[in-house]
């Protein structure tokens, strides 16, 4: 199996400054991606002014220019891709959001000490990106105070093909980066040993779209 830190190496190669280009004159187009929209409106009933964000390898940094925009305190981006980095540092000084953003580079459940506790975690299609998705689960629920919503993909055989072949792929690019489809019983299930209940969830096919809570007690 991969190691953690290959991965992350890998990952900041296959993401790379030319892709964070890309998408980042896309999300000015035509603005966030489907999936990404689908968090947005899952958090939209919830309070956000005053609040703060982790985004977890949130790429150009769509969820926290909304998040930013709706009042939001202060948004980190944790990412292993330092070319999304970069593209999204740039577009938050250019929007004057210098002393609302932070942006840290390397592996979530490593670098996450670096800084505070926040309201709320996202990770857009993220868990699907880590090759351990217990570790960066727990990670996440024991870091946020109180709402955690993500995306990742349904799991059978359709996902399973889809991934494997995307792996292949990117192998042959002799990248170590590879894509996961984890069991979707076991994400919900660490969630509910965590003490977080699910609060929304929608589809986007291939993809799960959930928003969970901290439950009180």
């Keep these: 199996m991969t190691s953690i830190q290959d991965h992350c190496c890998g990952a900041d190669v296959f993401f790379d400054k030319k892709t964070a280009k890309k998408q980042y004159r896309q ?14 409106r899952q958090l939209t009933n919830n309070t956000i002014e005053g609040k703060s964000l982790i985004d977890v390898g949130g790429g150009i940094g769509a969820l926290q220019w909304w998040f930013l925009q709706q009042g939001g305190s202060q948004s980190t981006a944790i990412d292993a891709s330092s070319g999304y980095l970069q ?10 959001w210098g002393e609302k953003t932070n942006f840290v580079l390397g592996d979530y459940t490593v670098v996450h000490t670096q800084v505070d ?19 960066i689960i727990e990670v996440s629920c024991k870091k946020a105070k109180t709402h955690i919503a993500l995306s990742y993909p349904i799991d059978g055989i359709i996902s399973k093909i889809v991934s494997w072949f995307g792996a292949l792929l990117i192998k042959f690019k002799s990248n170590s980066f590879r894509p996961y489809v984890h069991p979707v019983n076991k994400i919900r299930e660490v969630f509910h040993e965590q003490g977080y209940e699910r609060v929304s969830h929608t589809l986007a096919f291939p993809w799960h779209i959930e928003t969970y809570r901290r439950m009180k007690g």
């Design 117 to 135: 506790r926040p309201d709320y975690i996202t990770l857009d299609k993220v868990v699907c990106c880590y090759p351990d998705y217990k570790q």
């Design 27 to 40: 999300y000015l187009k035509k603005g966030p991606s489907r999936v990404t929209a689908k968090i947005i």
């Design 87 to 96: 593209q999204a540092e740039e577009h938050a000084i250019k929007n004057a």
